[in-house]
């Protein structure tokens, strides 16, 4: 469910676009980068790929930072 969200912020991003997701090597965080030359797709790919990190992990919350 992870990858298919990553898949779908990368294909809306387009080729002008960047994703990463990444573990912190610092602290107990999941780190996303979703750039797009849409904002709307920007956040709407972050937001997803959040979700589906949480469901995948289990975590009811949003956490931040």
Same mark, same amino acid.
């Given at each position: 469910? $992870? /990858?298919?969200?990553?898949?779908?912020?990368?294909?809306? #991003?387009?080729? =002008? *676009?960047?994703?990463?997701?990444?573990?912190?090597?610092?602290?107990?965080? $999941? /780190?996303?980068?979703?750039e797009?030359?849409?904002?709307? #797709?920007?956040? =709407? *790919?972050?937001?997803?790929?959040?979700?589906?990190?949480?469901?995948?992990?289990?975590?009811?919350?949003?956490?931040?930072?």
């Amino acid at each position: 469910f $992870l /990858r298919a969200a990553m898949a779908a912020a990368a294909e809306a #991003a387009g080729p =002008r *676009g960047r994703l990463l997701v990444r573990y912190s090597g610092t602290e107990p965080k $999941l /780190r996303i980068l979703v750039e797009s030359p849409s904002r709307e #797709a920007a956040e =709407r *790919g972050c937001a997803a790929i959040a979700a589906a990190a949480r469901e995948a992990l289990g975590s009811p919350s949003a956490g931040g930072g």
